[in-house]
């Protein structure tokens, strides 16, 4: 089979390999569609801490038919233990010994069973594969006030996760206003209903999804007296976000991290996508086959948000 691997850094190879031999609690899915996001950009230019040793499979964003059974389904990205101090006090998302399931860039991938996922009917592969994304979207928002006391929100950030975030703040009825230096991307989130502007102020939530300390700063800046900041954006191993004190003491700001999901949270992104609650449409592109992958992956971050679309079997017999 062809499957995209990682040599080291920038070296990406479409490569002829054997089927993978799944393990006892393993089935094989063949890989319908996977999506790039900027977790793959960072493996493929510089590594990353859940990558295994080169030569490694990644695409974490996956979609395909069981072969076993011919049933659709969402390859989800990890499994938590199920056993650490955070596991226990029910919060998988931050487990401390996940089992992390890569390798969707490939035509064939061996997944544990409790890993998978059932897709809606009717829901295309490639909207199926974005329920990882969407899952740590949902997962942020549950970080947030709801909507009762924190009715208007603001995301910084217009990439494809402040486009998520911003599709299902505005499904739960809240104000939304997104802002990004790229008019292309306000143009996104004013399509699905948020309003744009360059920059922030006083909302009563404030979704950080730039990664960048600066803007953690400026997240902040942007939180009304007694409001809520949630961090959804890594920033660079070895940070530091330099916060103002004034006002986390006399506003009483709440300020909370979000990572990743739990199985649940993939489940519950896909039944929004199943019921069109929210549309992943505007920030997909492609499909490309394996072979354009590394010239999607250096494209850059200019433009509006995109992920893109691969079809690992495309152009093969
Ligand atoms: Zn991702
Ligand atoms: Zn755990």
């Given at each position: ?127 199926a594969a974005t329920a990882e994304p969407l ?134 992104a896909l039944a929004l996508l199943g019921a ?42």
């Open positions: 089979m062809r499957a995209a691997i990682l040599h080291g850094h920038e070296d990406l190879r479409v490569e002829d390999v054997p089927e993978p031999e799944p393990g006892p609690d393993e089935v094989l899915v063949r890989v319908e569609a996977a999506t790039t996001c900027g977790t793959d950009v960072k493996m493929w230019r510089r590594g990353h801490p859940i990558l295994p040793p080169y030569p490694a499979r990644f695409g974490h964003e996956m979609a395909g038919i069981r072969l076993d059974t011919g049933a659709r389904v969402l390859v989800g990205d990890s499994l938590p233990c199920g056993d650490c101090r955070p596991c226990r006090a029910g919060r998988p998302q931050i487990c401390r010994a996940p089992r992390w399931i890569l390798g969707g860039f490939a035509e064939l991938i061996a997944a544990p069973e409790a890993a998978l996922h059932a897709v809606p009917d009717g829901l295309e592969p490639e909207a899952a740590a979207a949902v997962h942020a928002v549950d970080r947030a006030p709801a909507r009762a006391v924190a009715p208007d929100a603001g995301v910084l950030g217009g990439g494809p996760m402040g486009q998520m975030l911003a599709a299902l703040l505005v499904a739960e009825g809240r104000t939304v206003t997104l802002a990004d230096r790229h008019p292309e991307r306000r143009a996104q989130a004013e399509a699905l209903g948020a309003m744009s502007a360059p920059s922030l102020a006083d909302h009563d939530v404030v979704f950080e999804a730039v990664g960048r300390p600066e803007a953690w700063r400026a997240a902040v800046d942007a939180c009304a007296p007694g409001g809520c900041v949630v961090f959804v954006g890594g920033c660079a191993a070895g940070s530091d976000a330099h916060l103002p004190t004034r006002p986390l003491h006399y506003h009483e700001l709440d300020l909370r991290g979000a990572f990743h999901h739990a199985p649940a949270e993939v489940d519950r069109g609650a929210v549309d992943w449409r505007p920030w997909m592109a492609g499909p490309v086959g394996l072979e354009e992958l590394q010239d999607v992956l250096g494209r850059g971050n200019e433009g509006p948000a995109r992920k893109w679309v691969v079809v690992p079997g495309a152009g093969c017999s």
